[in-house]
Every structure is written in structure tokens, then in C-alpha cells.
């Protein structure tokens, strides 16, 4: 989509760049829009447009001229309705893309636990159990640095009918691949938490395998995204942990 505004008489065409969020766990409801300069393309000015018609400045970029705030405003003003509506479509894609292609988001980032879901979105193998009668599911992150030895994971245990999504954990647990290690680590739980980590064990006797498996899996993950990155990163939101977008 090209563009010529009326705040410049006209005088330069822009190409609209739109780029968009391809984390499928991501609940921001924006996009960033860069209008560049079809003759130059150093030549450009972005922002956030969020999904209500609201627009914000993008982090760590230059400060915007007046007469490029003018277009900005004015083109989110009259903005027609199908835009939004093609806009709004394209995000769905855009975490379509990413639910299939999660390298398009991960980061590589040292000392950070990274929740399995998020190395493999598609994946529907779950932890779950029962405990006095109620169902259990517990989330397991791996540090993804493959330069690291550390032969543990961390596990977060929530009610499997979870009134809201940020409800926090019943209880976060370390697992230890290395037995006397996780012992000690056991031994300093309360025993009602105590007891719900036996019952997991009971009810998923494999499971020592099944995380050994993914933990190698995550320092795989780790040492693809050490070695490259995806080809257009932008980040928007300076609390997120992730922010990647996708043209």
C-alpha cells in the first residue's frame, strides 16, 4: 500500500510497512506501522497502532517531526474501517505463522527459564494429575543456554480449572536431574506440597524421561538461537519479555 499526505502537499510517497507479533502466547492487541520514503528507503517513520485506534510512539526510535505526528494522527483519524479489519486479520496470521515457526519469536537470553509451550507451541503433551481429588497440571521451563550444565528445570503447578489466566501458581518446584539433589529439594517442601509432587510421580512414571527429553531438546533450541536470529526484530513494548514482530 503506498500513501501521499496532505501535511506534506503530497510531495513524497510512502510504502506502508506493517508488522506484527508472531509470539501465539502474546496478548498485545497492536501492530507497528513505518511509513518509508519509496525513493529512500533510510527515509521512515513508524509507531504503534492499537486495535482501539489509538496510536503511541515507538520505543528507541527518533523523535517523531510535527509534521509527521500530523500524519500519523490524522491517517489513524480516517483510517477506513476495512484497514482495521485487514490489520486485525493479518495478526491472527501473523500467530498462525509463529504457532508453527517459534524460532520466528524465541530469544536467545542467558539465565532465563523458558516454558516448554513457548519451544514448542503445537506441542499437546501435558504434565497433569490428580491430588485429593483435584486435577493438577504443572508447566515446565528449561534454560536454553547450551553452554550451561544445569541439570535442572523449574516446574509450576496450577489448578487445572484456572478462573483466570493470571492466577499464580499453587506452588513453583526445581527439579533436579541428578537424584540426591532432588531429594533435598523435596525434603524442604510443605508436605501438602510434598505430597502432590508423589502424586505427579505416580501418575506419570515416565516422567523423569520425559523431562530429561525436553531439556535436551531446550539446549538445542538455545544453541539454534545463538547461532542465528530472525530477520526482523523490533521491540515494542519494553516490559515484555518477548516483543519480535512479523512482517
Known amino acids: 500500500m503506498t500513501f501521499r499526505f496532505e501535511e506534506e502537499d503530497y510531495r513524497t510517497t ?113 504434565i497433569k494429575f490428580t491430588y485429593a481429588e483435584d486435577k493438577y497440571f504443572a508447566e515446565d521451563s528449561y534454560n536454553t543456554d547450551p553452554r550451561e550444565k544445569n541439570r535442572d528445570l523449574k516446574l509450576a503447578f496450577y489448578r487445572m480449572d484456572l478462573n483466570d489466566s493470571g492466577e499464580p501458581p499453587v506452588f513453583e518446584y526445581t527439579y533436579y536431574f541428578e537424584e540426591k539433589l532432588r531429594a533435598e529439594e523435596d525434603a524442604r517442601l510443605d508436605p501438602v506440597h510434598n505430597d502432590m509432587i508423589m502424586a505427579m510421580n505416580a501418575a506419570l512414571p515416565d516422567l523423569y524421561d520425559i523431562l530429561k527429553k525436553r531439556y535436551r531438546t531446550a539446549k538445542d533450541v538455545g544453541e539454534k538461537l545463538m547461532q542465528s536470529s530472525p530477520s526482523k526484530i523490533v521491540h515494542v513494548d519494553e516490559k515484555a519479555e518477548s516483543g519480535q514482530v512479523l512482517n
Not at 496478548?27 to 533510510?42: K, T
Not at 509507531?47 to 482501539?52: A, G, V
Not at 504457532?99 to 519451544?119: A, Q
Request: zero cysteines; charged letters at 30%; a negative charge.
Open 14 to 126: 510512502y510504502v506502508l510497512e506493517d508488522f506484527y507479533f508472531t509470539n501465539p502466547f502474546s496478548e498485545e492487541e497492536f501492530l507497528v506501522i513505518s511509513f518509508r520514503d519509496q525513493d529512500d528507503a533510510e527515509r521512515r517513520f513508524s509507531f504503534i497502532l492499537n486495535f482501539d485506534r489509538t496510536q503511541r510512539s515507538l520505543p528507541n526510535t527518533p523523535k517523531l517531526s510535527k509534521v509527521e505526528s500530523a500524519i500519523i494522527k490524522n491517517f489513524v483519524k480516517d483510517m477506513p474501517d476495512e484497514l482495521l479489519v485487514l490489520f486485525k486479520q493479518r495478526a491472527a496470521e501473523a500467530k498462525a505463522y509463529g504457532e508453527k515457526n517459534p524460532m520466528s519469536y524465541l530469544e536467545f537470553t542467558p539465565d532465563r527459564y523458558v516454558n516448554y509451550i513457548e519451544m514448542h507451541p503445537s506441542n499437546k503433551e501435558t
